[in-house]
């Protein structure tokens, strides 16, 4: 079974609770995203490999130790967009795919309507990025459609999780680690994470 994290630093903490406010306002939200990404970033790579090399300093020859993975960001459109940049500025050599997905509303099943990876992803493990894990549905349609196209994902990062969603995805994707900031209560009857913070891509762009 993947790993299960809630990210819940107390910098995080106090940034969500923000996120969460209704009274926050489109380009208080949009950055709060883009902060709680990065710090989201510091715990996601917390296990990844290093590679020892050796450096001169003006004093002596020191060892040192440079990240030895290539990586990927891949968010799912259009809300998992607003997590992309707090991500590259801790892993500026990320490249990032995207996937398009929506809910069909007669089956409520997520449809891939655009889909677009860097060249040499499959060499690449990769991080998906949608910061709410409601139904699952979106992020388990997401990783098999990497999965089929003989990639490796191997985290999923959300900021907001349902309990369902993540049961889901750990049925469905085992090998996955899921991260989120914060464990919410249940979905309510619309799919809406509870309390959650209503819609993040309307809040992140303003729409309704
Ligand atoms: N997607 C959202 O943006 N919010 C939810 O609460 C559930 C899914």
Do not use: W
């Not at 699952?136 to 098999?144: M, P, T």
């Not at 985290?155 to 919410?184: F, M, N, R």
């Amino acid at each position: 079974m993947g790993r299960f994290i809630v990210c819940d630093h107390p910098l995080i903490q106090h940034k969500m609770t923000f996120l969460r406010d209704k009274n926050t306002d489109t380009k208080q939200f949009r950055e709060l995203v883009d902060e709680l990404a990065t710090m989201m970033a510091y715990e996601v790579t917390k296990d990844i490999p290093l590679e020892k090399i050796r450096v001169q300093t003006p004093v002596a020859e020191a060892e040192g130790f440079v990240v030895g993975r290539m990586l990927g960001l891949v968010p799912i459109l259009r809300a998992g967009l607003g997590m992309v940049d707090g991500m590259l500025k801790l892993l500026p050599s990320a490249k990032v795919g995207h996937i398009g997905m929506y809910r069909d509303p007669e089956t409520l099943q997520p449809v891939e309507y655009y889909f677009s990876l860097p060249s040499d992803v499959t060499e690449r493990e990769l991080i998906v990025l949608d910061p709410m894990l409601a139904t699952g549905g979106s992020a388990n349609a997401a990783i098999a459609s990497l999965k089929a196209r003989s990639c490796r994902p191997t985290k999923l990062v959300c900021l907001i999780a349902a309990p369902e969603g993540v049961k889901a995805v750990q049925e469905a994707h085992p090998d996955i680690d899921i991260y989120v900031a914060a464990l919410d209560r249940h979905l309510n009857g619309h799919g809406y994470i509870v309390p959650g913070l209503g819609d993040a891509g309307d809040r992140l762009y303003g729409t309704k």
